[in-house]
């Protein structure tokens, strides 16, 4: 999941997805209507500057949150580059899974542990200004900051996978059976079911009239389909072992000119190499992807009128692209999550050096089963 970069913070990117602005004017309402409740005196002016504040605090603790398991995960080798914020919190992006139950936990439990700090910290700020007889609009938002950071750690210690709990349950049980493939079925296991209760208890909650029930339906659903995603990850990390996409990837990448007509393109690339799908080329670089359904929906009497790059997908580098020293897994979840079926490859530099496939990487799979590799 990519958006937005706003920052860098020790080398890691912090990007905001536009689902984010979702959360941002619910939190701000919310914000606005418990500042409002506890302090009905305050200027309408006083009240947005502080709701404002108050909301960009909460995801600043969000970001602490998630950099606390970043900087954890880098120092035990997991490397991560990147956190994304989106409409459900935030979500550290580790491009490899920890080795062992002590990594596992240490990095699980780091990111409750930072908010239950932050909840401290912001609770003794509350104590101070209220003492301190500062403006009740102010110590009122630094007790909802505390609380809504107390809440963030306890609902992260559920022990449902993928949760910061769920990874400490997944610890627990690595360590207790030496099978990393059996605590992970378990433990996403828990998560679903923790996900389908949520999903039941909102069900009632809209249907007793508190339409805030649908944020609770929204949360189970998306907890209960990455922990079964998070399962199914981990099984392909495992059929796929230490195989990386330059292992796999085809090289150079062949390509069409962009200015070919889809006649010509026909005939002479896609029949003639056999191909289902060519990079587009212009002006020496590669401009986007063409695939055999993109000629496939132009009439074939407009074919020898059209240019291969008026029908063409342009090139995304976030959703098209994939670095050639990331694992083969990690090409085929980028693929699924953008619904495409190959990835262009690049080298460090960011240049174009190669192409692959989902069926590149479900031959192998079905070869190393076949094999029992």
């Not at 606390?68 to 989106?86: E, K």
């Not at 139950?101 to 990095?107: G, H, I, Q, R």
């Not at 997944?170 to 059996?182: C, F, K, M, T, Y």
């Amino acid at each position: 999941m990519h958006g937005w970069r706003i920052g860098r913070i020790f080398g890691i990117n912090i990007e905001i997805h536009f689902t984010w602005l979702i959360i941002f004017g619910l939190i701000l309402s919310a914000v606005i209507q418990q500042i409002s409740g506890e302090a009905p005196q305050a200027s309408r002016a006083n009240l947005w500057i502080t709701a404002v504040i108050t909301t960009l605090l909460f995801f600043v603790c969000l970001i602490l949150h998630e950099l606390s398991h970043s900087l954890m995960a880098n120092r035990l080798g997991a490397d991560v580059s990147r956190i994304t914020l989106f409409v459900f919190g935030g979500v550290a992006q580790m491009k490899r899974e920890p080795d062992s139950p002590a990594s596992e936990f240490k990095v699980a439990i780091v990111g409750p542990l930072t908010s239950a700090a932050l909840a401290g910290i912001f609770y003794v700020l509350h104590i101070a200004l209220k003492s301190l007889g500062v403006s009740r609009v102010w110590w009122t938002a630094a007790g909802w900051v505390a609380t809504i950071n107390l809440a963030l750690a306890i609902f992260n210690m559920l022990p449902g996978f993928p949760l910061d709990g769920g990874r400490v349950l997944r610890s627990i049980l690595w360590n207790a059976w030496n099978n990393l493939e059996r605590a992970t079925r378990v433990a996403s296991t828990v998560g679903r079911w923790f996900g389908y209760g949520m999903i039941f208890l909102g069900f009632l909650a809209v249907i007793g009239g508190q339409f805030g029930g649908l944020w609770l339906v929204a949360l189970g659903w998306l907890l209960s389909s990455v922990a079964a995603g998070s399962y199914q990850r981990m099984q392909l990390q495992q059929a796929l072992g230490d195989v990386y996409v330059h292992d796999l990837m085809s090289s150079p990448v062949a390509t069409i000119p962009a200015d070919a007509g889809l006649d010509r393109a026909a005939h002479y690339y896609f029949m003639a190499a056999r191909f289902t799908a060519f990079g587009v080329e212009e002006g020496g670089e590669i401009v986007g992807v063409i695939r055999m359904e993109h000629l496939q929906q132009v009439p074939r009497e407009r074919w020898a009128f059209t240019r291969v790059g008026d029908v063409m997908m342009p090139l995304d580098r976030d959703k098209m692209t994939i670095d050639s020293d990331e694992e083969a897994v990690e090409a085929l979840m980028q693929m699924a999550q953008n619904d495409c079926g190959r990835l262009l490859v690049t080298d460090h530099s960011g240049n174009i050096i190669g192409i692959i496939s989902h069926s590149d990487i479900v031959r192998l799979v079905k070869v190393r089963g076949g094999l029992g590799l």
